[in-house]
T-cell receptor, first 111, second 113 residues
């Protein structure tokens, strides 16, 4: 059983549509990160959220950290083919030196 | 600025052969270091992490081992590779004292035949 449950696993949408990816847990995290990964490359950090209720925006991407610090969401507005990739969430817990990853969301944006 | 290197980028090895993958970090001191394995298009499985020279924590018992001979060097090894060791191996680092964020290397694609 994974500590972070990520959904959906797969998402195929048309260019211009909106989408939301969720990352949920029953555990509290000190921070949560979102990464985007292209095939054959390492994950690239998009954002780190550290405060409960925090909302961060990165162009068309909006990230939210739940008030209780147990969940997070990534919302993409007007998706573009360049958004295609694997999106990963990861959480860090207090007093632990490791990160817990969700299973990933594979996004395909069709032109 | 900090950079992380992994080599080789790709590797094809026969079953039963040894393995050594190297990861080095530049521009930071005493980082936490991590080795992950990733199945195609899926999430990351933590294999090992290290908070200092010679300090290795193993997450999943398997055919692999890790070592940290220097502050910014992390090595993943195996004495005899199995078919199931094939995968995409990623090294990452985070700031010591609190794993707020991880930064990943470019990865090594390992194929065991």
């Amino acid at each position: 059983t994974q500590l972070l449950e990520q959904s959906p696993q797969f998402l195929s949408i048309q260019e211009g549509e909106n989408l939301t990816v969720y990352c949920n847990s029953s555990s509290v995290f000190s921070s949560l990160q979102w990464y985007r990964q292209e095939p054959g490359e390492g994950p690239v950090l998009l954002v780190t959220v550290v405060t409960g209720g925090e909302v961060k925006k990165l162009k068309r991407l909006t990230f939210q950290f739940g008030d209780a610090r147990k969940d997070s969401s990534l919302h993409i507005t007007a998706a573009q083919p360049g958004d295609t990739g694997l999106y990963l969430c990861a959480g860090a817990r207090y007093n632990f030196n490791k990160f817990y990853f969700g299973s990933g969301t594979k996004l395909n944006v069709k032109p | 600025s900090q950079t992380i290197h992994q080599w080789p980028a790709t590797l094809v090895q026969p079953v039963g052969s040894p393995l050594s993958l190297e990861c080095t970090v530049e521009g930071t001191s005493n980082p936490n270091l991590y080795w992950y394995r990733q199945a195609a298009g899926r999430g990351l499985q933590l294999l090992f992490y290290s908070v200092g020279i010679g300090q290795i924590s193993s997450e999943v018992p398997q055919n692999l081992s890790a070592s940290r001979p220097q502050d910014r060097q992390f090595i993943l090894s195996s004495k005899k590779l199995l078919l199931s060791d094939s995968g995409f191996y990623l090294c990452a680092w985070s700031v010591a004292g609190g794993p707020d964020t991880q930064y990943f290397g470019p990865g090594t694609r390992l194929t065991v035949l």
